[in-house]
């Protein structure tokens, strides 16, 4: 999935689906308790677009797995790289089976990439032009990498889900689905030339690209992945919103100009040295507010690893109410949220019984190994609820 999301017109007409396979432990064989840990952290990530049914997630029993053990060593490559691209294929193919009868195209996503703003719509206009122009595509391509970005037309989804399937224990899919497109494209009287040209033909590239990869870690243990789509563009360090005027006050020491009173302006992102425990980023509104909603986004597209971890969010309101929610602090903050530590990210809504803020902060609890990036801050007054109290 997109780290950018759906924008919400777009969910009208989209349908994300998120297999989940055995993770495959080159030791251990298929571990089903992963799956279930990998399935709730989804649904408690999601559960919003899992109820409204934009988002499913599925997983194959396991039986639909053959014994890696016994897997051919093709390519010359070693015998765990040939179980984990032979599990990427079958993984694709059980995918493909399940989202076939579902829609009009079929595009392959990752977890691990960034979108372009508006990409379903950019995708759908691109592809129905192809239609009206009666060009008879196999391919629409919106990204350079590997299989990221493939657009499939649904109803051809079962020739790729055969050859995938037929040939998964000899090679990588993005090499096999190279093969599906010159077995029916390409003349074997012909030179390699003409064999391109009929490719390009039903091959067809959108540019600029409208995903980036910006994972690292393979889920092939000791592969690192750092190639980028060049057609992508810059990628956004930070996220700029418009927030309520404050004074901005940490403990947090900053790296060179990359200060958090410049990131609640939304100028750059805040990149904290080694955060410790009792570390505090607050923000000292110069009006009380009410709060609806926050947003706390830690790391970045360079540094995705330097999070805020066992961070909570607080509040100060200007008085307390008797049917309070939230646990009150020994020095009287309101713990209204907390980032979680496989995103990175603290949002949430704020409950009505808090009242008037005076002051909101991010506390540290403990010691962390990593700097911190603050890249983007989000606080999101009710509607005609801010500027009541004077200073």
């Given at each position: 999935?997109?780290?950018?999301?759906?924008?919400?017109?777009q969910?009208?007409?989209?349908?994300?689906?998120?297999?989940?396979?055995?993770?495959?432990?080159l030791?251990?064989?298929?571990?089903?308790?992963?799956?279930?840990?990998?399935?709730?952290?989804?649904?408690?990530?999601?559960?919003?677009?899992?109820?409204?049914?934009?988002?499913?997630?599925?997983?194959?029993?396991?039986?639909y797995?053959?014994?890696?053990?016994?897997?051919?060593?093709?390519?010359?490559?070693?015998?765990?790289?040939?179980?984990?691209?032979?599990?990427?294929?079958?993984?694709?193919?059980?995918?493909?089976?399940?989202?076939?009868?579902?829609?009009?195209?079929?595009?392959?996503l990752?977890?691990?990439?960034?979108?372009?703003p508006?990409?379903?719509?950019?995708?759908?206009?691109?592809?129905?032009?192809?239609?009206?122009?009666?060009?008879?595509?196999?391919?629409?391509?919106?990204?350079q990498l590997?299989?990221?970005?493939?657009?499939f037309?649904?109803?051809?989804?079962?020739k790729l889900?055969?050859?995938?399937?037929?040939?998964?224990?000899?090679?990588?899919?993005?090499w096999?689905?190279d093969?599906?497109?010159?077995?029916?494209?390409?003349?074997?009287?012909?030179?390699?030339?003409?064999?391109?040209?009929?490719k390009?033909?039903?091959?067809?590239?959108f540019?600029?690209?409208?995903?980036?990869?910006v994972g690292?870690?393979?889920?092939?243990?000791?592969?690192?992945?750092?190639?980028?789509?060049k057609?992508?563009g810059?990628?956004?360090?930070?996220?700029?919103?418009?927030?309520?005027?404050?004074?901005?006050?940490t403990?947090?020491?900053?790296?060179?100009?990359?200060?958090?009173?410049?990131?609640?302006?939304?100028?750059t992102?805040?990149?904290?040295?080694?955060?410790?425990?009792?570390?505090?980023?607050?923000?000292?509104?110069?009006?009380?507010?009410?709060i609806?909603?926050?947003?706390f986004?830690?790391?970045?597209v360079?540094?995705?690893?330097?999070?805020?971890?066992?961070?909570?969010?607080?509040?100060?309101?200007?008085?307390y109410?008797?049917?309070?929610?939230?646990?009150?602090?020994?020095?009287?903050?309101?713990?209204?949220?907390?980032?979680?530590?496989?995103?990175?990210?603290?949002?949430?809504?704020?409950?009505?019984?808090?009242?008037?803020?005076?002051?909101?902060?991010?506390?540290?609890?403990?010691?962390?190994?990593?700097?911190?990036?603050?890249?983007e801050?989000?606080?999101?007054?009710?509607?005609?609820?801010?500027?009541?109290?004077?200073?």
């Amino acid at each position: 999935m997109s780290k950018n999301g759906v924008p919400s017109p777009q969910k009208i007409v989209s349908l994300l689906q998120c297999v989940v396979g055995d993770a495959y432990c080159l030791s251990q064989g298929t571990d089903s308790e992963y799956v279930t840990r990998q399935a709730a952290d989804i649904e408690n990530q999601f559960q919003d677009h899992i109820n409204s049914g934009l988002l499913e997630v599925i997983a194959p029993p396991s039986t639909y797995y053959p014994d890696f053990d016994k897997l051919r060593q093709t390519l010359g490559d070693p015998l765990e790289r040939v179980k984990w691209r032979t599990k990427q294929n079958l993984d694709f193919s059980y995918l493909m089976m399940y989202a076939q009868p579902k829609g009009t195209f079929y595009v392959q996503l990752e977890d691990d990439i960034l979108s372009k703003p508006g990409y379903i719509e950019t995708m759908k206009k691109f592809a129905y032009k192809q239609i009206s122009e009666k060009k008879d595509w196999i391919i629409l391509d919106f990204c350079q990498l590997g299989f990221i970005g493939k657009m499939f037309k649904c109803v051809d989804l079962s020739k790729l889900i055969t050859f995938f399937i037929i040939f998964h224990n000899d090679k990588p899919v993005d090499w096999l689905l190279d093969h599906v497109v010159q077995t029916k494209v390409c003349r074997f009287d012909k030179d390699p030339k003409d064999c391109k040209k009929r490719k390009d033909q039903v091959w067809l590239h959108f540019k600029p690209s409208l995903f980036q990869h910006v994972g690292t870690h393979s889920s092939l243990k000791g592969k690192v992945q750092k190639l980028k789509d060049k057609q992508f563009g810059k990628l956004s360090l930070h996220h700029p919103h418009k927030n309520p005027d404050a004074d901005v006050k940490t403990t947090l020491k900053a790296y060179k100009g990359y200060s958090a009173v410049r990131a609640y302006k939304g100028d750059t992102f805040f990149w904290s040295l080694l955060p410790q425990p009792g570390d505090i980023l607050a923000f000292h509104f110069h009006n009380p507010i009410i709060i609806e909603r926050y947003l706390f986004r830690s790391g970045n597209v360079e540094h995705p690893e330097d999070k805020f971890f066992n961070t909570s969010v607080e509040v100060l309101p200007v008085s307390y109410s008797e049917d309070q929610i939230y646990p009150k602090t020994k020095d009287g903050f309101l713990v209204i949220g907390q980032f979680k530590e496989s995103t990175g990210v603290a949002e949430g809504n704020v409950s009505s019984t808090v009242g008037y803020v005076k002051v909101m902060r991010l506390y540290v609890h403990s010691e962390s190994d990593r700097w911190a990036i603050l890249s983007e801050i989000h606080i999101q007054p009710a509607e005609n609820k801010m500027g009541i109290f004077g200073r």
